[in-house]
């Protein structure tokens, strides 16, 4: 079921581990942040989501270790829990860093692109 | 994944996440295969947890508690460096006894810099948080001072 894993430290980020596919993006705080912009989830279903948003699927410890460090950032809080899950939702500053870092990869990933479009 | 196993895993994260997160954690470790992947990143996760502990949510330690603040790169830097400089004067002594030497080697030149080096660190951390934790930061600077006076001890004392 939990296949394919990304598992890496979740404090320095953007970087394809050895043996994961090309293409699959791996920065696990934002992989989060994007999932939860969908509306709040628990754990299972964010590894779900990332999976399907970009074919990244991360191990439940990499999960958590996002999710703690995301919480601590106030960029995602906890709700009530249901039975033993506790859903995520993000926070308005959450928002504001996931708008602004995805701007920012948009145009860095534009850019990029037209550089290989002559090659 | 076998709830045995999950529980198991569990107890190798430090304790004050595990109040934090343990049960929502091990819910989710419960919904996950108990593959050899699961295992490793599981493992690695709360390796990394325990080296460096998140702190995240409620789990917030002070942030101007003396723990938070010696752990700051400006506390632990001079620190380091130190030690450090203690540690080549005691290799030197070890390797090469402690007769005065009249050219500085490369171990005196080594252990200059890095008393010299720390001092704009020092600087900064007196800087920055004496105003904010003035209580925790004369602790930290204290820490450093006796840093300090223990690297040079053996340099007065053997009049190296």
């Given at each position: 079921m939990c296949d394919n894993y990304v598992m890496?430290?979740?404090?320095n980020v953007v970087e394809a581990e050895?043996?994961?596919?090309?293409g699959h993006y791996s920065d696990p705080p934002l992989l989060v942040l994007a999932s939860l912009a969908g509306g709040p989830k628990h754990g299972h279903a964010m590894i779900e989501d990332i999976e399907l948003l970009c074919g990244t699927r991360l191990g439940p410890g990499t999960l958590y270790g996002a999710i703690a460090r995301l919480e601590q950032q106030g960029w995602i809080e906890p709700l009530p829990p249901e039975e033993r899950r506790r859903p995520y939702r993000i926070t308005a500053d959450g928002l504001r860093f996931l708008r602004a870092k995805l701007i920012t990869l948009h145009q860095f990933s534009e850019v990029g692109l037209q550089r290989l479009e002559p090659l | 994944m076998n709830p045995g196993l999950a529980h198991l895993l569990i107890r190798l994260y430090p304790r004050r996440w595990r109040e934090r997160y343990g049960a929502e954690f091990e819910a989710l470790l419960l919904d996950c295969d108990g593959g050899n992947r699961t295992l490793l990143n599981v493992v690695w996760s709360a390796a990394c947890e325990r080296i460096?502990?998140?702190?995240?949510g409620n789990m917030?330690?002070?942030?101007?508690s003396f723990g938070a603040v010696v752990r700051r790169p400006s506390a632990l830097i001079p620190l380091a460096m130190s030690l450090t400089a203690l540690a080549i004067v005691m290799g030197h002594i070890a390797m090469y006894g402690h007769a005065r030497e009249a050219d500085e080697g490369a171990a005196a030149h080594l252990w200059q810099i890095l008393m010299a080096g720390q001092l704009p660190v020092l600087a900064f951390f007196a800087i920055k948080w004496l105003r904010r934790a003035p209580r925790q930061a004369l602790e930290v600077l204290a820490l450093q001072a006796g840093a300090v006076l223990a690297s040079m001890a053996p340099v007065f004392y053997f009049n190296l």
């Amino acid at each position: 079921m939990c296949d394919n894993y990304v598992m890496r430290s979740t404090r320095n980020v953007v970087e394809a581990e050895p043996g994961a596919e090309m293409g699959h993006y791996s920065d696990p705080p934002l992989l989060v942040l994007a999932s939860l912009a969908g509306g709040p989830k628990h754990g299972h279903a964010m590894i779900e989501d990332i999976e399907l948003l970009c074919g990244t699927r991360l191990g439940p410890g990499t999960l958590y270790g996002a999710i703690a460090r995301l919480e601590q950032q106030g960029w995602i809080e906890p709700l009530p829990p249901e039975e033993r899950r506790r859903p995520y939702r993000i926070t308005a500053d959450g928002l504001r860093f996931l708008r602004a870092k995805l701007i920012t990869l948009h145009q860095f990933s534009e850019v990029g692109l037209q550089r290989l479009e002559p090659l | 994944m076998n709830p045995g196993l999950a529980h198991l895993l569990i107890r190798l994260y430090p304790r004050r996440w595990r109040e934090r997160y343990g049960a929502e954690f091990e819910a989710l470790l419960l919904d996950c295969d108990g593959g050899n992947r699961t295992l490793l990143n599981v493992v690695w996760s709360a390796a990394c947890e325990r080296i460096s502990p998140t702190q995240g949510g409620n789990m917030d330690r002070d942030p101007l508690s003396f723990g938070a603040v010696v752990r700051r790169p400006s506390a632990l830097i001079p620190l380091a460096m130190s030690l450090t400089a203690l540690a080549i004067v005691m290799g030197h002594i070890a390797m090469y006894g402690h007769a005065r030497e009249a050219d500085e080697g490369a171990a005196a030149h080594l252990w200059q810099i890095l008393m010299a080096g720390q001092l704009p660190v020092l600087a900064f951390f007196a800087i920055k948080w004496l105003r904010r934790a003035p209580r925790q930061a004369l602790e930290v600077l204290a820490l450093q001072a006796g840093a300090v006076l223990a690297s040079m001890a053996p340099v007065f004392y053997f009049n190296l």
